[in-house]
T-cell receptor
Framework: QKEVEQNSGPLSVPEGAIASLNCTYS??????FFWYRQYSGKSPELIMF????GDKEDGRFTAQLNKASQYVSLLIRDSQPSDSATYLC???????????FGGGTRVLVKP | NAGVTQTPKFQVLKTGQSMTLQCAQD?????MYWYRQDPGMGLRLIYY???????DKGEVPNGYNVSRLNKREFSLRLESAAPSQTSVYFC?????????????FGPGTRLTVL
């Protein structure tokens, strides 16, 4: 079992809809959680990070963390074709200095 | 500021050849990382350097060596390339310790080993 699991997709959503991405992790020592966006042929860029249970909102993006159930999710509201990309979930352990990435979820937003 | 730069952008090697991938950052970050990315595998850590003068193995270190030349530069060497090392290689840096632990990535090197 991989430490960080994501559905590879593709997740197809119509423009204007909500895209919901999920990520589960196996190590209960994981402290902080990150969502990176990666456009095809480009390098990853950080969208959000979260370390407390609950929701964290930033513009059209909301990250949700549930440490008891060991999952973190990302909601993209009002999805736009420019949101079409692969979204990578990553975790870091307490006192750690390296990220562990999931395999990524490919999102396709159709006009 | 250029951020994180990598050279070369593309490379084709024959099995058994050696090469060094170069990475430099101008953000005065302490930590630097080398990843490889294969389809459906996400990013897998090869080696990292938490601070100048230290290096540690990541998830997939076999077949690679690294050198933290100074605070700015972190190179990855393939001594005897194998087809299994065909991949996209990303270098990253971060300010550690940091609450956000945000890693900034370079543009990547696409390596093909024939």
């Amino acid at each position: 079992q991989k430490e960080v699991e994501q559905n590879s997709g593709p997740l197809s959503v119509p423009e204007g809809a909500i895209a919901s991405l999920n990520c589960t992790y196996s190590d209960r020592g994981s402290q902080s959680f990150f969502w990176y966006r990666q456009y095809s042929g480009k390098s990853p860029e950080l969208i959000m990070f979260i370390y407390s249970n609950g929701d964290k909102e930033d513009g059209r993006f909301t990250a949700q963390l549930n440490k008891a159930s060991q999952y973190v999710s990302l909601l993209i509201r009002d999805s736009q074709p420019s949101d079409s990309a692969t979204y990578l979930c990553a975790t870091i352990k307490a006192a750690g200095n390296k990220l562990t990435f999931g395999g990524g979820t490919r999102v396709l937003v159709k006009p | 500021n250029a951020g994180v730069t990598q050279t070369p952008k593309f490379q084709v090697l024959k099995t058994g050849q050696s090469m060094t991938l170069q990475c430099a950052q101008d953000m005065n970050h302490n930590s630097m990382y080398w990843y490889r990315q294969d389809p459906g595998m996400g990013l897998r850590l090869i080696y990292y350097s938490a601070s100048e003068g230290t290096t540690d193995k990541g998830e997939v270190p076999n077949g690679y060596n690294v050198s933290r030349l100074n605070k700015r530069e972190f190179s990855l060497r393939l001594e005897s390339a194998a087809p299994s090392q065909t991949s996209v290689y990303f270098c990253a840096s971060s300010e550690f310790p940091s609450v956000a632990y945000e890693q900034f990535f370079g543009p990547g090197t696409r390596l093909t080993v024939l």
